[in-house]
Structures are given as C-alpha cells and as structure tokens.
C-alpha cells in the first residue's frame, strides 16, 4: 500500500511501511534457504560438468552423463523445504501488529485480542510447501531422464526448481498480509468500528475498485466491484478441503495484493460544524466592527477547519483511486491494455459534460480527462 500521503494519514502510511518491512523479512526467512540450497546444487553442477565434460555447450550421454545427472538429481532431491515454522512464527507477528496498529489508528489504548493462527493460513502453509517440493522433485525427475544433453540443456530443467523459492515467498508474503489484515479487522471489531479497504496507489483494477469502501466486521466487501472488464470470486478450500468461491471479507484479495483494511469510525461531521461556527461568530463579529480584513481571514479559517475536521477517508479514497485509474498508476505486472480499457470505462461513466462527475461524486477536473483521454486515443500512459 503505497497510497500518496495527502489522501491516506500518516499514522496509516508509516504502519503500512512497518508492515511491509515484516513481510520481506518473512519473505526473506522462508524462501532465503531454499534459493541459497538451489544455489549449491546449481554450483555444483556447474563445476562438476566443467571439470568432467568441459565447454558447457558440448552434448553429452552415455555412463559418464549419467552418473553425473543421477548425482545432480540426488543434490536436488536433499534439498529441504520445511518453510512451516518459519512462516507460522511470521503469521503471528504479523497477527500481532495488525491487532496493534488497528487499535492505534482508532485511537484505542493497546489490547491483547488474540493470536490464534486461522486454520486457512494453516492449510495454506502446508499446500505451498507441498507444492514448492513437488517442483523440486520434478526437476530432479527431469534431470534424471535426460539421455543426452549440454549443460545447457540441464540447465532448462533446473528452471522448474527455482519455481520453488517463488512458491515459499508468495507463500509468506500472502500469509503475513492474511494475519496482518485479521489483526486489523479484530482491532475494528474490538473499538466497535466498521472496515475501510485501503488500496495500494498502484493497485490492480479490482482493488481500486474496492477503495474507499466500507463494512461492517464480519461482512464482506463486494468482489463484483472492478474497474477491470470483469471481476473475479475470490477462492478459498473448504473444510473438506474443495476449491469452493468464499467471502471476501478482507484483503489480500489476490496473491501478492498489498491493500489494506483499517478501522472506520466514522468522521467528525459534529466536530468541523462546531469549529467553522466558532470561526462564522469571529466573521460576524470582524464584520459587525467593519474589520473586512479580519472577517475574510475568519471565513477562510472556517472552510480550512470545516474541511479538514470533515475530512472523510472513504470518500477520499474512492476520489483517489478513480484519479489512479485515469492517470495509469500501474505496476509493471499489470497489463496497459487493462490500464487503458478501465480508463476508458471510467470515462464513459463519467460522460463529457464540464463538471460531470466520477462515481464517487467527485467534480472531475477537465485537464485529468483530457490527460485521460488522449492516453485512451494513444493506446498508452506516458509515464
Ligand atoms: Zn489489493
């Protein structure tokens, strides 16, 4: 979540900063070993093959090569992956600052709320592992087969393990956000708040979609929401362990998604009224004197105090994230093409009226759908 600062508070900035400095830790902590095991096996391999065979390029077969990829297949197959008490004890950090900073962003004194690891998280740890040794043993499976071949050649099967450290970091990166977003939501629960959904500046075009918006604990948020072409249920396994459409009660709604919930109590619409009165009373007075000067300073404290005092995070989130939509805020992982179509999308909602609004009932500046639609006409966001 990398929401800019004039729209996202600060205090939520700086958690969002703590948060992702635990996720690349669990990242680092859990895949680290694996790479760093692969790493061997593949050094070996390369020095192994150079001092038997010589020039890399060179095709090989017969007792010499084989001997040489059982040996490799034996280096790939010892390689251990047992990511679960790492990740586990990644988890319940992460349980545990959410649970601390939701009580911090709704302004609670700090609470022990539990952190019992949900058996989803469980289950999730215990897939990815499996699934990170099933490509290990692949590749030595691969490996293994081959009757002839360069180093090159061994090379191409070996990409099939380096899928697994990927495997173990999405594991731990979807994991920590799981926790951390749990922790938030119970924090929310606890002061009696509702949840508003945070997404990252850059966010996909799902999650945009989602910003801004809010629930009740427990709810959940609604997935058909997109400024994509279509939206997708979020997934989840069943007790029985089926593949089966859940709630989407909470980010992450996708691996590697970094949106966040934070507790909602609602803006100080009471607060900003009694402020800008105190400031219309000083007016009236500087007015009543025949002090012009004094009376517009008054009136201008008076909207800045309305406004700030009044300052409503869903609505400003939503404004934000439309604004993100036609401007092209991307990642590199996502497509332009997606980027332009929902830009495109959004503007045909907005319509071409001076002072139409967004969705959100924001007053959509001209010079942001000019600079929108001439990226639609290009086909591309200058960036
Ligand atoms: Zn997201």
């Known amino acids: 979540m990398t929401a800019p600062a004039s729209v996202v508070p600060a205090v939520i900035v700086a958690h969002d900063g703590q948060a992702l400095q635990l996720e690349d830790a669990a990242a680092a902590a859990a895949a680290g070993p694996v790479r760093d095991a692969l790493k061997a096996a593949l050094s070996w391999a390369h020095v192994a093959w150079s001092r038997r065979f ?72 215990d897939e990815s592992t499996a699934t990170a040794r099933a490509k290990l043993a692949q590749a030595a499976d691969l490996v293994e087969s081959l009757q002839r071949g360069s180093f090159k050649t061994i090379n191409r099967q070996l990409a099939v393990a380096d899928q697994a450290g990927n495997i173990v970091e999405r594991a731990a990166r979807t994991a920590a956000n799981d926790e951390l977003n749990e922790g938030l939501a119970a924090a929310a629960e606890h002061v009696g708040g509702r949840l508003v959904w945070i997404a990252e500046r850059d966010a996909c075009v799902a999650c945009l979609a989602l910003s801004g ?66 400031w219309a009373d000083a007016a009236a007075d500087s007015l009543a004197r025949g002090d012009l000067v004094g009376a517009a300073a008054a009136q201008k404290a008076a909207a800045e105090a309305s406004a700030s005092a009044a300052f409503d995070l869903p609505s400003a989130l939503r404004r ?3 604004r993100s939509i036609l401007r092209g805020d991307a990642l590199p992982s996502e497509s332009e093409n997606v980027r332009i179509q929902a830009a495109d999308r959004l503007l045909n909602r907005i319509g071409s009226q001076k002072n139409s609004r967004s969705p959100s009932g924001w007053r959509v500046p001209a010079s942001v759908k000019k600079r929108a639609e001439r990226a639609v006409q290009r086909g591309a966001f200058t960036r």
């Open 54 to 125: 010589g020039k890399p390029a060179g095709l090989r077969s017969g007792e010499d090569f084989d001997a040489y990829t059982a040996e490799l297949a034996a280096r790939i197959r010892a390689v251990s992956i047992d990511p679960a008490p790492v990740l586990l004890d990644f988890a319940r950090r992460a349980r545990i600052l959410g649970v601390s900073q939701g009580l911090i962003e709704a302004n609670a004194p700090q609470r022990n709320l539990g952190h019992e690891i949900r058996a989803e998280t469980r289950r999730q740890i």
């Open 213 to 278: 918006h809010v629930i009740e604990p427990g709810d959940a948020f609604d997935w058909r929401l997109t400024f994509g072409a279509k939206a997708y249920p979020p997934m989840g396994f069943d007790a029985e362990g089926e593949l089966v459409e859940i709630e989407l009660e909470r980010p992450p709604r996708h691996p590697y998604c970094r949106c966040r919930v934070s507790p909602w109590l609602g803006h100080d619409e009471a607060g900003a009224l009694s402020v800008t009165h105190d």
């Open 320 to 322: 934000e994230a439309e």
